[in-house]
């Protein structure tokens, strides 16, 4: 039995990865707003109920990962060094190259820009990145609350998750614009790297020692 269930979660892995690269595709191609769910579901050979089950929403085809690097996240602060703040852990994770900033290959590179003007170029995509950024802000601030003792009337928590996820969507925004505007790596890795260094100085007068002594 525990063969054949690990083979049964298996396929349901390999088969969501499947809609969602194929969605991605087709929306790289055609744009969000011009492809249907059903259009995905006959492109990837499977029906479009098979496709719900797996994404609620036509926006979460587009966003399909995230909760992994929502979870990296959590994950580098609730095991970050011991002395080392909340900040250093963050700013450590947010330093890893990801996406665009680590693609070399000039077919990847190109294929994630135009993944980025799908997303400028469709509102329901921006609105439903901003829900996204509203979950991590809340899911880091309940972490940071507990990790840090603090009470359900305490500030602190969720400051520090509204700045820390702040600097992340600062730096999303500054890398589209690079993007649009064509600039690619390295010179887009050496930009965005700049940004966050500064990005990083400017909240260690505040944030330097939260969480250094739990």
């Known amino acids: 039995m525990p063969q054949?269930?690990?083979l049964r979660e298996r396929k349901k892995l390999r088969t969501r990865q499947l809609i969602a690269d194929t969605a991605r595709r087709l929306f790289a191609e055609r744009g969000f707003d011009r492809v249907t769910v059903a259009q995905v579901a006959a492109a990837a050979e499977v029906s479009e109920a098979t496709v719900f089950n797996y994404f609620a929403t036509k926006e979460d085809l587009f966003y399909?990962?995230?909760?992994?690097?929502?979870?990296?996240?959590?994950?580098?602060?609730?095991d970050r060094r011991p002395g080392e703040s909340v900040l250093e852990a963050f700013g450590r994770?947010?330093?890893?190259?990801?996406?665009l900033i680590a693609a070399r290959d000039p077919e990847a590179v190109e294929y994630l820009a135009a993944i980025?003007?799908?997303?400028?170029?469709?509102?329901?995509?921006?609105?439903?990145?901003?829900?996204?950024f509203d979950r991590y802000v809340a899911s880091l601030a309940a972490l940071l609350?507990?990790?840090?003792g603090a009470g359900p009337?305490?500030?602190?928590?969720?400051?520090a998750a509204h700045a820390l996820i702040g600097v992340h969507r600062t730096l999303i925004e500054h890398s589209r614009r690079e993007i649009?505007?064509?600039s690619r790596n390295p010179k887009l890795a050496r930009s965005v790297?700049?940004?966050?260094?500064?990005?990083?100085?400017?909240l260690e007068r505040g944030l330097a020692d939260y969480g250094r002594g739990i």
């Not at 980025?116 to 996204?132: D, F, G, N, Y």
């Not at 609350?145 to 840090?148: L, W, Y």
Request: aromatic residues 4%.
């Open 4 to 6: 054949t269930s690990g």
């Open 64 to 78: 399909s990962g995230l909760e992994a690097f929502e979870q990296e996240m959590l994950d580098a602060i609730r």
């Open 93 to 99: 994770f947010l330093s890893k190259p990801r996406g």
């Open 116 to 132: 980025t003007r799908v997303i400028t170029e469709s509102p329901a995509l921006l609105a439903h990145e901003q829900r996204i």
């Open 145 to 148: 609350a507990e990790d840090t």
């Open 153 to 159: 009337t305490d500030p602190e928590p969720s400051v």
């Open 180 to 182: 649009m505007a064509g």
């Open 193 to 202: 790297r700049a940004k966050t260094k500064r990005a990083l100085a400017l």
